[in-house]
């Protein structure tokens, strides 16, 4: 299986910053990263998909990049909706594996 | 507008069943692959099976391999999870996912609420 890894696992940020994550995969799976995005008691909100691409209706402060092993989820100027939990996921290869998320809260 | 509405959650005792659905509306149901995702309390995400568009095709974790089948009847537009000899470990939020095309290698784009299905004696 592919595993997947967040860095940090935890970050404290203030509303207006540039906040960056990262992910890495065990192996290489081209471009097909996805990252989401998970509030407390909901269901888990698709962000951006082959690595790069914003899904419909996503503000376009977040910004994915990255091919191969690492991948980067920045988000411009975080706004107070944006502090949640953000996971990676490869789609590359089946058992699909999601990273073990990343908690953005309040400085 | 696309909807994903899970049911069929609630408390079951070690080894009995529970068959979880997913009623689809507002997309073409028979176009896209189907995901079913939980997570257990506290925890991350942890992808559990994969139906393609039209049911030829079908894939699982390790850790429901066996127990758990995945299907859908593009009539009713309505996913399932039939989920046999249940375990602890089991215990978790079910959601399905909607696959963003009809590829099998495709990110997800909607979700469900989410059902939860608590295993316990």
């Known amino acids: 299986d592919i595993q997947m890894t967040q860095s940090p696992s935890s970050l404290s940020a203030s509303v207006g910053d540039r906040v960056t994550i990262t992910c890495r995969a065990s192996q290489g799976i081209s471009n097909y990263l996805a990252w989401f995005q998970q509030k407390p008691g909901k269901a888990p909100k698709s962000l951006i998909y082959a690595a790069s691409s914003l899904q419909s209706g996503i503000p376009s402060n977040f910004s994915g990049s990255g091919s191969g092993t690492d991948f980067t989820l920045t988000i411009n100027n975080l706004q107070p909706e944006d502090f949640a939990t953000y996971y990676c996921q490869q789609y590359n290869t089946y058992p699909l594996t999601f990273g073990p998320g990343t908690k953005v809260d309040i400085k | 507008q696309v909807q994903l509405v899970e049911s069929g959650g609630g408390v079951v005792q070690p080894g009995r069943s529970l068959r979880l659905s997913c009623a689809a509306s507002?997309?073409?149901?028979?176009?896209?692959?189907m995901h079913w995702v939980r997570q257990a309390p506290g925890t991350g995400l942890e992808w559990v099976a994969v139906i393609s568009y039209n049911g030829g095709n079908k894939d699982y974790a390790d850790s429901v391999k066996g127990r758990f089948t995945i299907s859908r009847d593009n009539s009713k537009n309505t996913l399932y999870l039939q989920m046999n000899s249940l375990r602890a470990d089991d215990t978790a939020v079910y959601y399905c996912?909607?696959?963003?095309?009809?590829?099998?290698?495709?990110?997800?784009?909607?979700w469900g609420q989410g059902t939860l299905v608590t295993v316990s004696s």
């Open positions: 996912a909607r696959s963003l095309s009809s590829g099998y290698y495709a990110s997800f784009d909607y």
């Open positions: 507002g997309f073409t149901f028979s176009s896209h692959g």
